[in-house]
């Protein structure tokens, strides 16, 4: 089993919807949690980080995490076509390590 | 300001050849990450330097895969006798500070294939 679990996808959705994507993980030491966004042949960029367990907004982004159920979430409201890429949902490691441990990504497409 | 670089963004090399990927972090960064990004996967953690030195390279798959970051500044990642199941994206990532939660800055990958 992967630490950090993520359903690939594709998710395909019209200009204007919410988009709704999820990640589950299975150490419950993790504390720190990010979505980043990747386009095609370009590297990820930090869109949302959370430490800990609530939510936090960002303009049409929201990231939750649920501690207790081990489980997080990004919403994307009104979303746009330039919000196709894929996002990937990552941790830090437990106690020193910092590498990030990654979900599989989800391919998002939203059409005009 | 100049973000994270590295080159080549893209390298062909035959099975058997020995390649030498290249990181310029964010000036003044502390630490680098190194990741490999396999087609359709999410990036694995290869390695991590503070400063000039190693941390962590549980992440390297195997004795062929060798970094360094001698002054601190920039690093190479080097793969000797490259194997097709080499061929993914390798992907530098800076921080500022070495403490928890730090965001990591990555840069644009080198793609590499191997035949």
């Known amino acids: 089993q992967k630490e950090v679990e993520q359903d690939p996808g594709p998710l395909s959705v019209p200009e204007g919807a919410i988009v709704s994507l999820n990640c589950t993980y299975s150490?419950?030491?993790?504390?720190?949690f990010m979505w980043y966004r990747q386009y095609s042949r370009k590297g990820p960029e930090l869109l949302m980080y959370?430490?800990s367990s609530g939510n936090k907004e960002d303009g049409r982004f929201t990231a939750q995490v649920d501690k207790s159920s081990k489980y997080i979430s990004l919403f994307i409201r009104d979303s746009q076509p330039s919000d196709s890429a894929t996002y990937l949902c990552?941790?830090?490691?437990?106690?020193?390590?910092?590498?990030?441990?990654w979900g599989l990504g989800t391919s998002l497409a939203v059409n005009p | 300001g100049a973000g994270v670089s590295q080159s080549p963004r893209y390298k062909v090399a035959k099975r058997g050849q020995d390649v030498a990927l290249r990181c310029d972090p964010i000036s003044g960064h502390v630490s680098l990450f190194w990741y490999q990004q396999a087609l359709g996967q999410g990036p694995e953690f290869l390695t991590y330097?503070?400063?000039?030195?190693?941390?962590?390279k549980s992440g390297l798959p195997s004795d062929r895969f060798f970094a360094e970051r001698p002054e601190g500044s920039v690093s190479t990642l080097k793969i000797q006798r490259t194997q097709q199941e080499d061929s993914a994206v390798y992907l530098c990532a800076s921080s500022p500070l070495v403490g928890a939660g730090e965001t990591q800055y990555f840069g644009p990958g080198t793609r590499l294939l191997v035949l």
């Open positions: 990552a941790t830090e490691g437990a106690g020193n390590n910092r590498k990030l441990i």
């Open positions: 959370t430490y």
């Open positions: 150490n419950s030491a993790f504390q720190y």
């Open positions: 330097f503070q400063n000039e030195a190693q941390l962590d």
